[in-house]
């Protein structure tokens, strides 16, 4: 089983739309997520950190859910530049960040 | 620019050379990763360095790969005898804390023909 597991998607929704997705993890001595957003060709970049209590930043939501091993990203009100591919990324113990597959979010106009 | 840097951003080589890349961290960030991403994938680690130490290593850094950080500050990552299975983009990324949040660099495209 991998250590953090994501749907690939893709996931189309239009514009103005809510989605969410999922990430899974496997070890239950997990210290910090967060997620990243990557486009295309281009390097991973923070979209932010997730804490046990859940945070917003804007339109988007990110929540921990430790019993479940598992954090989620709600995007409200999809705008088109939020196309992208999603990172969930773990870090266990020790230092290594562990990135899921990515799910790849496009928004249609 | 005070973000991660990465050169070269790409590179062609053919089977069977040594390429180096390097990779020169946010100053003061003494925590240096580097990851190699293939198309469809999420990065997967290769090694850490805290300072000059490097801490972790991958199984997927082969023998054929070497990375140093000399003094603390950019780092090298050397791959000998390149092979086509190579081919993929080397992502250096930096932090300052300990779980803390990692910044990127553009990557470096290796393709090995």
């Known amino acids: 089983r991998k250590e953090v597991e994501q749907d690939p998607g893709p996931f189309n929704v239009p514009e103005g739309a809510t989605v969410a997705f999922n990430c899974t993890y496997s070890?239950?001595?997990?210290?910090?997520f967060f997620w990243y957003r990557q486009d295309c060709r281009k390097e991973p970049k923070l979209l932010m950190s997730v804490y046990s209590s859940g945070n917003e930043d804007g339109r988007f939501t990110a929540q921990l859910n430790r019993a479940s091993q598992y954090i989620s990203l709600l995007i409200r009100d999809s705008k088109l530049s939020d196309s992208a591919t999603y990172l969930c990324v773990v870090i266990f113990t020790g230092n290594q960040f562990y990135f899921g597959t990515g799910t790849s979010l496009t928004v249609i106009p | 620019d005070t973000g991660v840097s990465q050169d070269p951003r790409h590179k062609i080589t053919k089977r069977g050379q040594n390429v180096t890349f390097r990779c020169d961290p946010i100053?003061?960030?003494?925590?240096l990763y580097w990851y190699r991403q293939t198309l469809g994938q999420g990065p997967e680690f290769l090694t850490y360095f805290q300072n000059e130490a490097q801490l972790e290593k991958s199984r997927l850094l082969s023998d054929r790969f070497s990375a140093e950080r000399p003094k603390g500050s950019f780092s090298t990552l050397e791959i000998q005898r390149t092979e086509q299975g190579d081919s993929a983009m080397y992502l250096c990324?930096?932090?300052?804390?300990?779980?803390?949040?990692?910044?990127f660099g553009q990557g470096t495209r290796l393709t090995v023909v």
């Open positions: 990324a930096s932090s300052r804390d300990r779980g803390g949040r990692a910044f």
């Open positions: 070890n239950s001595a997990s210290q910090s």
């Open positions: 100053s003061e960030h003494n925590r």
